[in-house]
């Protein structure tokens, strides 16, 4: 199972972390950890290089974790619910089996 946790500050998206598999199919079949790698990878490389807001990053086998460190804004909301918004496709298409998904305030 591949846990979530989505990090909000005064109701805003502020970071996520994750981390395990999914456990849907065999390492390189496995199309939820390949989608979930997908978007926590697209979102931190579009935070960095389409905002001048500054992030805290790490991606490991199994693990990815990014938060701000600058103030949010209407780019970083976008781009991070964006994200969201994949996640729980993902999540309403394949049950909790397979995702578990969390908010945090922080």
Do not use: W
């Amino acid at each position: 199972m591949i846990n979530i946790s989505i990090f909000k500050h005064n109701d805003l998206v502020i970071g996520f972390e994750a981390n395990g598999h999914a456990g849907y199919a065999k390492n390189g079949k496995d199309i939820i950890c390949s989608a979930t790698t997908v978007l926590f990878i697209t979102t931190i490389n579009s935070l960095e290089n389409l905002t001048e807001v500054k992030i805290e990053y790490r991606v490991d086998e199994g693990y990815a974790k990014c938060k701000l460190i600058d103030e949010p804004n209407s780019a970083t909301q976008l781009l991070l619910e964006s994200m969201l918004i994949g996640l729980t496709g993902i999540l309403e298409t394949y049950g909790k089996k397979y995702i578990n998904l969390k908010f945090e305030e922080v």
